[in-house]
């Protein structure tokens, strides 16, 4: 099927003929068509279904779709498996976060394969980079999560300035962890309600919108910007806070957590919740290790592996935190995890708050950040300086750094290599939802397709992330 | 087991009783804030005229080349503005860094921010248009 333009619809292979059906092309309209219709409706009659197997089921068996755990070996040819039904789920499906096409090979309503087919939102963006000056980089950063941009933002910008050699003031890092960790809870808070939505639970999307919404107003009054503040500069910050916004972001930590309460009056004890989620997408330590899954799908199994931890940036060894972890690795684990992390970013935030010195936002280095724009107005030499440093960008040292962080879905590293000029030779991003999407494949085996849902959403995709 | 769900349902009922948090957008517009980046217009001076030199900052910082500046010379010495100034609105990402590099404060970003068109060539905005914004 090529990709342009074609609707993705099922494709019927080969299959059986029943007697009352006149030709295969019969077979496949009346498949393809979504109706029921007389012949389609005798063939489900006489238990021959659509995926059926050849002989296997007899007319007076139980209905063919009965059997919804049965294993399939999966290395067996396709040939082998004339009545399988290749099925594309996406690349404009609403539940597959994005523009994700993922290739199931049914047998009745069972998995037997699924291969996601990425690369759909690929902007080439670490090729971009190559032709900018590192400020001129931080807009693309912004777009590779852009549902956490500024978790973005400071992977790169940490990875600058280790480059650099530069440490911003104490004020910056502060305010850094805070944005940081709003961006936590705002992805958190997308992820909760798209997950519950497509799951069948509609209400929790509006409520986690609301709050959602409330930290978007509050990136745009810092910033300017929604979606994209872009807001953390090399070398400090782009602007002070606004008059007035910690109080806002107090009150958002203090209401907060009451919120909360209502997603967990609607899904934790929910019956239907936990049916969908307990027991799925079932990860062990061994295979969060192999697939080199991080963040909240790996802490969901149990390993307590983050960042922020396990190798403390912008000060995060300061706070007084903890790393939720799960015991059963599966969907219900992970979405307690996520919710708990929410709580402990409200904390985390609350802290910094208390604790936000007052001082510059920026390094005081005039190859580095701009100078102040009432000295640009007056000063002849703050000019010239802010003259070479658009002009020219920020010289970077000739090496290269690795340095991760964690972002709201897993861990994000950026691998940054400078030749001494003011545009990286290369940059390299490891971005999490690309490592954790490769595990997908291996939790829809021998699932129900209904699950496939669940296990996109559990694993907490974003493909811009994924394809950058 | 019917516990949970009639509890959901009851905080679902109770937000019946709530305000909307809603608004109803094309008629009533959200307030954005003041730093919010909107569409970018340039500046005049308090004699009227036009505040740019024509120093090409913002063209060279723009990380989507949205910015084209044509200067020109005026008739007193050491006078210079631009003949054309155009910014291309379809390609603008609104990241604010002309505003920042602008060293005459001459280009800044409103508050506005709606771009849907018919046709794109409508986007693209010149010197008049954008001392209109």
Redesign the interface.
């Known amino acids: 099927m090529g990709r342009g333009g074609v609707y993705p619809r099922p494709l019927i292979t080969r299959c059986k003929r029943h007697p009352k059906e006149k030709s295969l092309s019969q077979v496949k309209e009346n498949r393809t068509r979504g109706e029921i219709r007389p012949v389609l409706a005798q063939r489900y009659a006489d238990g021959w279904g659509v995926g059926a197997k050849r002989g296997r089921l007899q007319p007076s068996a139980s209905p063919p779709f009965a059997a919804t755990r049965r294993q399939v070996s999966v290395e067996k040819p396709m040939s082998q498996y004339p009545e399988r039904l290749i099925l594309n789920v996406g690349p404009q499906h609403p539940s597959t976060h994005g523009v994700l096409r993922v290739v199931v090979e049914l047998e009745g309503e069972v998995v037997v394969r699924c291969t996601p087919d990425i690369g759909y939102l690929h902007r080439g963006i670490e090729k971009l980079m190559e032709a ?1 000056t590192y ?6 950063t912004d777009r590779i999560d852009y549902l956490a941009g500024s978790a973005n933002n400071l992977g790169f910008v940490l990875a600058v300035e280790k480059l650099l050699g530069v440490e911003v003031p104490p004020r910056a890092r502060y305010i850094r962890v805070i944005i940081a960790e709003m961006t936590r809870i705002a992805s958190h808070l997308f992820w909760l309600g798209t997950h519950a939505h497509d799951l069948g639970a509609m ?1 929790p999307l509006f409520y986690a919108f ?1 709050e959602r ?1 409330q930290l978007m ?1 509050l990136f ?6 929604r979606l ?1 503040p ?1 807001y953390f500069r090399i070398g400090g910050l ?2 002070d806070l ?1 008059d007035g916004w910690t109080t806002e972001v107090r009150e958002f930590c203090r209401t907060f957590p009451d919120k909360m309460k ?1 997603y967990e ?3 934790t ?4 919740w936990i049916r969908r989620t307990r027991d799925v997408g079932v990860l062990t330590v061994d295979e969060v290790l192999d697939y080199g899954l991080s963040g909240p799908v790996a802490r969901g199994s149990g390993i307590a592996w983050d960042v922020r931890r396990a190798d403390p940036y912008c000060g995060y060894e300061e706070f007084d935190f903890v790393v939720p972890v799960g015991q059963n690795g599966d969907t219900y684990d992970r979405y307690l995890v996520r919710l708990e992390e929410m709580r402990q970013s409200c904390r985390i935030i609350e802290q910094a708050l208390d604790r936000l010195p007052e001082g510059d936002i920026a390094v005081d280095d005039p190859t580095i950040t ?1 100078p102040k ?1 009432t000295d ?2 007056t000063r002849i030499e703050s ?1 010239i300086q ?2 070479l440093l ?2 020219e960008g920020i010289r970077v040292p000739e090496g290269e750094v690795f340095h991760h962080t964690e972002a709201p879905k897993g861990e994000l590293a950026f691998f940054i290599v400078s030749d001494g000029t003011s545009r990286p030779f290369r940059v390299r991003a490891r971005t999490p939802s690309f490592v954790n999407l490769q595990v997908l494949s291996k939790l829809a085996e021998g699932r129900l397709l209904a699950d496939l849902i669940a296990l996109i959403g559990t694993i907490d995709i974003v493909l811009a992330d994924v394809d950058r | 087991m019917i516990g949970p769900l009639l509890k959901g349902l009851g905080k679902t009922l109770e937000q019946m009783f709530r305000k909307p948090i809603t608004i109803e957008y094309p008629e009533r517009k959200r307030e954005v804030s003041e730093r919010f980046r909107g569409h970018p217009r340039l500046l005049r001076d308090e004699n009227g005229r036009i505040k740019c030199v024509a120093c090409h900052l913002c063209e060279t910082i723009c990380p989507s080349k949205a910015i084209t500046v044509e200067p020109e010379g005026g008739e007193e010495m050491h006078d210079k503005h631009p003949r054309e100034f155009i910014v291309d609105l379809a390609r603008c990402i609104f990241c604010g860094f002309c505003q920042e590099a602008c060293p005459k404060g001459a280009i800044m970003l409103n508050r506005k921010y709606e771009l849907a068109q018919y046709r794109r060539d409508v986007l693209v905005y010149h010197k008049e248009k954008l001392l209109e914004e």
């Open positions: 900018r400020q001129q980089c931080l807009p693309l209400t609301r919404e107003d745009e009054a810092v910033a300017g910007g994209f872009c782009a602007r606004p209502d009056t609607l899904l004890r929910n019956p239907i701009y724009k640009v107005y000019l802010h003259f658009v002009e």
